[in-house]
Every structure is written in structure tokens, then in C-alpha cells.
């Protein structure tokens, strides 16, 4: 026998129950990677054999495949296979008299590789595909009352009601041959197929499986708690389920940087307090009073906790918090800016150690976490400025209050003459005495000196150079990001006007903002690529780095206002659409209910006055 390596980045898992009612487990499956064979098989005939039944077939169709894998073409093979299956069920039955009438139904697929596959079915056993978070029927029941209704004999609705809507009308074993439907499948990245038996549909929603199917867990979990689903609906039936998950389109940086990158940084924890303690941090002033091993604990491993999270989720929301909470707890004790600042240069130093020692070892990831961990240093450094602001702010207006009670001290006698009345009538304690620092003045830039500025022209001309010929979206967003880390002002109006270019007209949905948002995330990584090709000391590259990435994050969050403003009247539809799913939804799991009622009630019926005899036995 041949066998062939399954698809690279393939992944299957397969389970199956006995359930809450029955004794015995007449279900039998498949999972052979290494001919991409995959089969669920249901048997029936209760005390006529039914677990033989599935397993006979199970056997002969695997003994097909593995004689003829590389001979016949795949579609032709899967056919040939289930006949086969059938064949063998029916020259059992005709053996052993006491096995007369058993038979299995079967849905198989055949792995042609990762991009292709064949689904064969006889019977009520089905297959699923989910796509995209949809989840589809790839097959259709082989049950009398559903080939009376594709003859328009019974509407809709009359087979939700038939006695008989699970009476079969094909399976393997009631003759040697049967009629197989075979459906031929082009993968798509991250694809999910479900192989099942009316165990599972028949006690679990749609919007169940389909939920727990597109849950992103692993195969293995996801074949398992499908089988738990089936069993809190009751349970009723043998339950088996085989998922196979195509692989996934590439990573994304982004997406690198969320798992590869976060959980490197992570494991290397212990080396970057090691390296802040060598620093000095458990001598600076800010943890005097400490057991080195608490300071170590409460700032650096706070911090380090803190970019694990913010690399996690693609945000800066917890650096930014850790920054603010160690300046506010600081200043609260009305301690001096010299030892914040040597504290964060002491953090900031041991998370450039740890992400240059792995770079070393993964050039490509250590580049990525490189870029992200600095963005994360610079978020820091934003919080401790506002902070700086907001006390700046504090002291301003006490230095009002101040001035304005020495003057009403000083000039008691002459107040009621109006002398400290400006033109408008207005006491002077209403005006601020240091405009510059007046809340409602837009945030502004300290300066940047003429070799900063000089630096980050040739960083960005660097960038265009780097950029795709067809890439115009990276390049208007490095024109963007030019005139906003140019502006002198260092105000938001420049970062909407240049969002605004890059928005233009686009459709709302994932084709026409993606594109936009990968842009800047393309961006991102070329300007902070670009920053080590320039001739600068370390300490202007540093500086350009930050100016470009604050400029970046400003770009990106008008980006986002602007796609947010554009969404507003599809998510006030989505809420009304939402209503009425919600009322769908409930009116499907009544309709569930009741179909799982009737399986239980008429599963078994047999009417002999009907003209196809029992369960199973006629060929349409």
C-alpha cells in the first residue's frame, strides 16, 4: 500500500459518543492524513447488526482507497470506494441471515491536497463547509420524504411534519450497488469542513455548530465539543464528527507580531528584569523603601506585562496606563522628574537588550517586535508628557490664583474704582497668565532641531525608494506621514486633512478599508526600517523613530474616526437587523425542537403497505 504525506498546514481531528440513550456505538469513522481519507458512517438495523454494518463498509472502503490512490482520479475514486463499501455490507447481509437488512449510510472526502477535495455521501450523514464565519450544507439528505419534495409530491412544510422524514431512500448494503453523489471542492485558506452523523444536526442548531465550528479553537477541540453539544441537546443518537481545517492564508506582521512576537517577548520575562536590575532600577529612588525583588516585580515586570498585553491586542492602551500610574503615584509624592526619567531610560534600555538578543535568533520576527516594542516605549513616553502637561496646568493656574491675590492685596483701595478691571469687565484671575499653557490651545510641538528634521526627510525618502512601484496607497500614506511629523503646529488637523487623502472614496466593507489600514501598517515598517540606513548618531535615529511613529499613531487614529463616521449608518442597520435575527433565531430553535421530537418518535417507523418496504431498501 501507497501512502501520501497530507497537505502541509492541514489540520484534522476526529470523535465519537455513544450518546445518553443508546447501548451500543453504530457509528464508525476514518481519519487516515496520510491518504487525506476522511469518512463518517452512521449503520443501522438495530439487533440486525448495525455497528457490522458501518464497520464492514468502513474496512472495504479504506482497503479501495489505499490499492488505488495514485491510479485513479479522484473523483472517479471516491465513487468506486463507496460502491465498494456497499458491496461489501450487501454480501455480508446475504451471509448471515440474522444480519439481513442492515446497512450504513457514509459521507467521505478525499484530501487531494490543500486546495481540493471530493465529498462522496449515501445516506443522512452530512458534510459542512464553513467559510468566512458561514456555515453551508455540501449535501443533501437521501431520505424519501426529501426526494418526494425535490418532485414537488410534499411542500416545504409537509415534510417538517412527514412521519416518515427520516425513513431512508439510499444507504450501503440494501443492494450491492448505490447510487453515490460525489461533489467536487476548492479550498480557500482557513477553510473548515464538518463531517458528521444525523446524531449531531439532529440535537444540536445550526447556529450552534456553526458558532462552536468557527469558535478558531483546534481541531481536536472542536470535534469534541461538537460531540458535547449533541449530547447537553439530548443526547438521542450515536454522535460522530471528523473537522478538517485547510491552512491558513499567511500571517499578516500584525498578526506575527500578536503571537509570535508576543509570546517571544514574554518568555524572555526573566532576562529583561535580570537586565533592569543590572541597571539599577532597584537603586533608583522611585522603589527606595523595596525588597529589590518587589521593585523588580511591581515596575519591571509590570512593564513587561503591560507590552505583552498591548502586543496581544494590537494596542498601547496598557503601556500607556503603566506609564501614567507609576508618573501619577510618583508625583503624588511629590517626587522630582530626574528619577521618572532615569527610571524609564532604564526600562526603555532593557527592552531594547531583550529585542536585540532576539533579533539575533529571528531576524524577521526580531525586526517586527523591534518596530512594535518601540512604539510601545513611545506610547510611554506620550503619557508621561500629558501627564506633564496636566501639572503644568496645575501650576499655571495656581500661579494665577497667586499673582491675582497679591494684586487684590496689594490694590485693596482702589478695587472699588475698577482699576483691576480689564476692557471687558472682566478680573484678571479670569484670564490665564501664561497663554501658551491655556487648555483650550491645540497640543504643540516643543521643536525638533534642524538635524532632527533633516533626519526624517531622508528617512522617508528612503521609505518611497523601498515602496512596490504599484504600492501608491503606501506612498500617499509616507506623504502623509511626512506632512505630519513635519507640522510645526503638532496638531490633529494635519493628521484628518492627510486622512482624508488617503480615505478618498471607498466602499465600506472589508475590500475597501482593509487596503487602506494594511498601507499604513506597511508604512509603519518601512519608515522604521528606513530610520537604520540613515547616517545619524543613536541618539537622532531614536528621535526620528519617535517623531514617525507618534506621527504614524495620529494617522491611524484619524484614519480610523473617518471609518468609523462612514460605518455609522450601516451599524445603525445592523442593530434594526439584529432584532429581527433575534426573533428568526428563536422561531429556528422552535423548529429545531420539533424535528428532534419526530426523529425520536418516527426514526424507526416502517409502514409495510408502502411500496418501497423498509427503511432504506429502494433506489430512486
Known amino acids: 500500500m501507497t501512502t501520501i504525506p497530507p497537505p ?66 479522484p473523483k472517479a475514486l471516491m465513487e468506486a470506494a463507496i460502491q465498494s463499501g456497499s458491496a461489501a455490507v450487501f454480501g455480508a447481509a446475504q451471509a448471515h441471515r440474522e444480519r439481513h437488512g442492515m446497512g450504513t449510510t457514509a459521507v467521505a472526502c478525499l484530501l487531494v491536497d490543500a486546495k481540493r477535495a471530493v465529498i462522496g455521501h449515501v445516506g443522512d450523514s452530512r458534510a459542512y463547509l464553513l467559510r468566512q464565519g458561514r456555515l453551508q450544507m455540501l449535501t443533501r439528505d437521501h431520505t424519501i420524504v426529501e426526494e418526494l419534495v425535490d418532485r414537488g409530491l410534499l411542500s416545504a412544510d409537509e415534510a417538517e411534519r412527514h412521519p416518515y422524514k427520516n425513513v431512508l431512500s ?42 462552536v465550528l468557527g469558535s478558531g479553537d483546534a481541531p481536536e477541540h472542536v470535534a469534541r465539543d461538537l460531540i458535547e453539544l449533541a449530547l447537553r441537546g439530548g443526547g438521542g443518537d450515536n454522535v460522530t464528527t471528523i473537522v478538517i481545517e485547510a491552512p491558513q492564508a499567511l500571517a499578516t ?20 528584569l535580570q537586565v533592569a536590575k543590572e541597571s539599577g532600577l532597584t537603586r533608583n529612588p522611585i522603589v527606595r523603601g523595596l525588597e529589590p525583588n518587589e521593585a523588580l516585580e511591581l515596575v519591571g515586570l509590570s512593564l513587561c506585562q503591560a507590552i505583552f498585553h498591548d502586543l496581544e491586542k494590537s494596542t498601547g492602551v496598557n503601556v500607556w496606563t503603566f506609564a501614567q500610574n507609576l508618573a501619577g503615584g510618583w508625583f503624588e509624592r511629590g517626587g ?20 536585540d538578543e532576539i533579533r539575533a535568533l529571528e531576524p524577521e520576527l526580531g525586526f517586527l517586535l523591534d518596530v512594535a516594542v518601540s512604539r510601545a516605549l513611545v506610547v510611554a513616553e506620550l503619557a508621561l508628557g500629558g501627564l506633564l502637561a496636566e501639572r503644568l496646568r496645575q501650576v499655571d493656574s495656581e500661579l494665577i490664583q497667586l499673582h491675582t491675590a497679591a494684586q487684590e492685596t496689594m490694590d485693596a483701595p482702589a478695587l472699588d474704582d475698577g482699576a483691576n478691571l480689564n476692557d471687558t469687565g472682566e478680573r484678571f484671575i479670569e484670564r490665564p497668565t501664561i497663554p501658551f499653557l491655556r487648555a483650550d490651545r491645540p497640543i504643540t510641538n516643543p521643536g525638533e532641531s534642524a538635524e532632527v528634521m533633516n533626519a526624517i526627510e531622508k528617512t522617508l525618502t528612503i521609505a518611497r525608494a523601498r515602496t512596490a512601484p504599484r504600492a501608491e496607497l503606501v506612498k ?14 503638532s496638531n490633529f488637523a494635519a493628521s484628518v486633512i492627510a486622512a482624508r487623502d488617503l480615505y ?21 515598517i518601512l519608515t522604521a526600517s528606513s530610520v537604520h540606513q540613515i547616517q545619524a548618531s543613536p541618539a537622532t535615529r531614536a528621535r526620528v523613530l519617535r517623531v514617525i511613529s507618534a506621527a504614524h499613531q495620529r494617522l491611524v487614529g484619524a484614519a480610523t474616526g473617518l471609518v468609523l463616521e462612514a460605518t455609522a449608518p450601516h451599524s445603525e ?48
Not at 429556528?588 to 403497505?609: G, I, M, Y
Request: hydrophobic share 40%; aromatic share 6%.
Open 504 to 524: 478618498g472614496t471607498r466602499t465600506v466593507d472589508e475590500a475597501g478599508v482593509m487596503p487602506l489600514f494594511d498601507a499604513l501598517d506597511q508604512a509603519r
Open 170 to 211: 439510499r444507504n450501503l448494503g440494501s443492494r450491492a450497488e448505490t447510487r453515490v453523489d460525489v461533489v467536487e471542492l476548492e479550498l480557500k485558506p482557513g477553510d473548515r469542513l464538518l463531517l458528521c452523523s444525523d446524531g449531531l444536526y439532529g440535537y444540536a442548531a445550526a447556529e450552534a455548530i456553526q458558532y
Open 336 to 355: 522630582e522628574w530626574a528619577p521618572l526619567r532615569g527610571m524609564m531610560d532604564i526600562l526603555g534600555e532593557s527592552a531594547r537588550v531583550v529585542v
Open 573 to 620: 442597520k445592523l442593530r434594526e437587523s439584529q432584532a429581527v435575527t433575534s426573533e428568526l433565531r428563536d422561531k429556528v430553535a422552535q423548529a429545531e425542537r420539533k424535528r428532534a421530537e419526530l426523529e425520536r418518535r418516527f426514526a424507526t417507523n416502517v409502514d409495510p403497505s408502502l411500496p418501497w418496504g423498509a427503511r432504506g431498501t429502494t433506489e430512486w
Open 253 to 272: 506582521t500584525t498578526q506575527l507580531v500578536k503571537t509570535s512576537g508576543a509570546v517571544a517577548w514574554w518568555q524572555r520575562r526573566q532576562r529583561f
Open 8 to 73: 502541509l498546514g492541514v489540520r484534522v481531528a476526529g470523535d465519537t459518543n455513544v450518546g445518553k440513550v443508546r447501548t451500543t456505538n453504530e457509528d464508525s469513522m476514518i481519519v487516515d492524513p496520510g491518504r487525506g481519507l476522511y469518512v463518517v458512517l452512521d449503520g443501522m438495523g438495530g439487533a440486525n447488526a448495525g455497528d457490522i454494518a458501518s464497520q464492514t463498509a468502513r474496512d472495504a472502503i479504506l482497503s479501495f482507497v489505499a490499492a488505488r490512490r495514485t491510479v485513479m482520479e
Open 476 to 489: 500617499q500614506v509616507l506623504t502623509g506621514l511626512e506632512a505630519v511629523a513635519m507640522d510645526s503646529a
